[in-house]
């Protein structure tokens, strides 16, 4: 099984940098996803790492270190829209079977 | 393409209720996976399953039922709903290994009273 910690809340200002970290313990590693939960919504998929290195997607990066156990998502240009939680989940070899692990969640709040 | 697709949205039961959670996709996707959302406790894991005909229990399956019969539909079943199943029910399809994260329905909020 895995251990996912990544902090509770964050707060930034509109326009700035935020990142958002994400650690795991992880006996069969198989990749790492970031999600985005707006209030009342499903989670929807923002990025995948399976190699160390740094993703970019436009505005959001998602950089992994699978010797360290350690993901970020760093959030650029931020907007009042980016106001979410962002969940961070790994996905573990489990004898064929591959479904990934959540975190709790952190909350972002961005103010003007 | 729709998706995930869930229903009901919203639901009320009383305590000892029984009731289906009903999930299918059209994506082809093996896997499907049922998780609840209760707040500060993330996204847990009910049951899954990698294939019709294959299901397994994740972290919290005690009381809920699943059978996937087809590729397409993965229904949850509560067995006799109790107040401790207050919570918010997504379902999500992926393609198992790959780049590709799941999908997710829009969500069951259920309440047991």
């Known amino acids: 099984g895995q251990n996912i910690d990544q902090p509770t809340e964050m707060t930034a200002t509109e326009g700035a940098i935020v990142q958002i970290n994400c650690t795991y313990q992880?006996?069969?590693?198989?990749?790492l996803f970031w999600y985005q939960q707006h209030a009342g919504e499903a989670p929807t998929f923002l990025s995948y790492n399976v190699l160390d290195g740094l993703e970019e997607k436009g505005r959001f990066s998602s950089f992994l270190s699978r010797s360290k156990g350690y993901s970020y998502l760093l959030l650029k240009e931020l907007q009042m829209k980016d106001s979410a939680s962002y969940l961070c989940?790994?996905?573990?070899?489990?004898?064929?079977?591959?479904?990934?692990?959540f975190g709790r969640g952190t909350s972002l709040i961005v103010h003007p | 393409n729709a998706g995930v697709t869930q229903t009901p949205k919203f639901q009320v039961l009383k305590t000892g209720q029984s009731m289906t959670l009903q999930c299918a996709q059209d994506?082809?996707?093996?896997?499907m996976s049922w998780y609840r959302q209760d707040p500060g406790m993330g996204l847990r894991l009910i049951h899954y399953?990698?294939?019709?005909?294959?299901?397994d229990q994740g972290e919290v399956p005690n009381g809920y039922n699943v059978s996937r019969s087809t590729t397409e539909d993965f229904p949850l079943r509560l067995l006799s709903a109790a107040p401790s199943q207050t919570s918010v029910y997504f379902c999500?399809?992926?393609?198992?290994?790959?780049?590709?994260?799941?999908?997710f329905g829009s969500g069951t909020r259920l309440t047991v009273v």
């Open positions: 399953s990698v294939g019709a005909g294959i299901t």
């Open positions: 992880t006996s069969g590693f198989n990749g």
């Open positions: 989940a790994v996905r573990e070899d489990g004898g064929g079977s591959y479904i990934p692990t």
């Open positions: 999500a399809s992926g393609p198992g290994q790959g780049s590709f994260g799941y999908t």
């Open positions: 994506m082809n996707h093996e896997y």
